[in-house]
Nanobody
Framework: QVQLVESGGGLVQPGGSLRLSCAAS????????MGWYRQAPGKQRELVAA???????TYADSVKGRFTISRDNAKNTVYLQMNSLKPEDTAVYYC????????WGQGTQVTVSS
C-alpha cells in the first residue's frame, strides 16, 4: 500500500522560506509522477507543482519563480522549496503520487503571516 508522509510545514513571515518533504513508501517511487497541491479555507484544492517520473516539472502561474519542486529517487522523497512566501500561500499542502491511480498524503499546514 502506498503511503505518503509530508513534513516541513509551519509558520513563516512574509518573504520567508520553507521546504516541504514528502516521503513515499510501498511503491516503486522512481516511476511515480509526483505533485504538490494546496487547499486554502473555502477554496478548491489546486495544483502547485508537479514533477514527472522523467523529471519534467510544471508550476502554477502563482508560484513560478518562487517555488521549486525536486525529487530524490534514492530517498523516495519529493521536495517543494518555497521562497518569497506570501500570505496568499497559506494553505494545507498535500503530496500526491500517481501511476494509473492516485494517492494522497495527510497534508501539512503552511501559514504565512507576520
Amino acid at each position: 500500500q502506498v503511503q505518503l508522509v509530508e513534513s516541513g510545514g509551519g509558520l513563516v513571515q512574509p518573504g520567508g522560506s520553507l521546504r516541504l518533504s514528502c516521503a513515499a513508501s510501498g511503491t516503486i517511487f522512481s516511476i511515480m509522477d509526483m505533485g504538490w497541491y494546496r487547499q486554502a479555507p473555502g477554496k478548491q484544492r489546486e495544483l502547485v507543482a508537479a514533477i514527472a517520473s522523467g523529471g519534467t516539472t510544471t508550476y502554477a502561474d502563482s508560484v513560478k519563480g518562487r517555488f521549486t519542486i525536486s525529487r530524490d529517487n534514492a530517498k523516495n522523497t519529493v521536495y517543494l522549496q518555497m521562497n518569497s512566501l506570501k500570505p496568499e500561500d497559506t494553505a494545507v499542502y498535500y503530496c500526491h503520487a500517481r501511476r494509473v491511480v492516485g494517492y494522497w498524503g495527510q497534508g501539512t499546514q503552511v501559514t504565512v503571516s507576520s
